[in-house]
């Protein structure tokens, strides 16, 4: 399974290095046989040496080489630390900084172009989701205009955006019919984002069509990060 965790806004250069060799500690000794992926914020990239199934990648970059983009960053940065794994539409993105479909789909294609994993975000607002499943499915379709779903290095993330930062989860039964209503179309793993804990954790991961999860604020905590990874390893 994946489990990753999208540090956000958090975390320092000197924590997220503290962060990683405890994290690469824990995985090391447990034998941990899921895929665990990092995503700190641009100051604290770094080429880490953990253990192979431990990867570390981008919030956001610009789909541009290098140029004239204030505040944002492009290839030749993210290639300065070796890597190759990109979150796309993060909700956060879409709705707090108005990234359109059109330019989530343009970063798409660029990082794709150059090879790079991509963990592609979907999600519903909540009146979408109050209108009912075909709204929803509706709207997560459209989150998938201009991407190509047949990439080999796709992930998907299904992160309805009422329950990011919230605590409020949507319930087995919305994640398992919203999934098998992604998984018509989409082939790539499905992960679940969205309030995700420890204490859920094992409920998500059980569902038919999840094949990891996205976290956000309970992941900020190495130890509750390594909790969820070792709930996965239990399950399979
Ligand atoms: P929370 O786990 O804080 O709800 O965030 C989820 C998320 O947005 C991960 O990308």
């Not at 109050?130 to 998938?144: M, P, R, W």
Request: charged content about 25%; overall charge negative.
């Amino acid at each position: 399974m994946i489990i990753a965790s999208n540090f956000k806004t958090n975390h320092t250069r000197a924590s997220t290095r503290a962060y990683m060799e405890e994290l690469d500690r824990f995985v090391r000794e447990s034998g941990s046989r899921q895929r665990v992926m990092v995503f700190p914020p641009a100051t604290a990239l770094e080429r880490f040496e953990t253990a192979p199934q431990i990867v570390t990648g981008v919030q956001n970059a610009y789909p541009v080489e290098k140029g004239s983009f204030t505040g944002e960053i492009g290839l030749e940065q993210i290639d300065e630390f070796g890597l190759r794994t990109i979150l796309v539409g993060h909700s956060e993105r879409r709705h707090i900084f108005g990234e359109t479909q059109q330019m989530c789909a343009q970063k798409y294609t660029f990082f794709q172009t150059h090879g790079f994993e991509i963990v592609y975000c979907i999600g519903e607002p909540e009146a979408v989701r109050q209108k009912g499943i075909e709204a929803v499915v509706d709207y997560n379709f459209a989150q998938l205009e201009g991407i190509d779903l047949d990439y080999g290095k796709l992930i998907v993330a299904y992160e309805p955006v009422w329950a990011i930062g919230t605590g409020l989860t949507a319930s087995a039964e919305q994640i398992d019919e919203t999934l098998t209503r992604l998984r018509r179309k989409i082939k790539a793993p499905l992960l679940y984002g969205g309030s995700v804990k420890p204490a859920n954790t094992e409920e998500i991961l059980k569902i038919e069509n999840c094949d990891g999860v996205l976290v956000g604020t309970a992941s900020w905590d190495v130890g509750q990060f390594c909790e969820m990874i070792a709930i996965a390893d239990r399950l399979s």
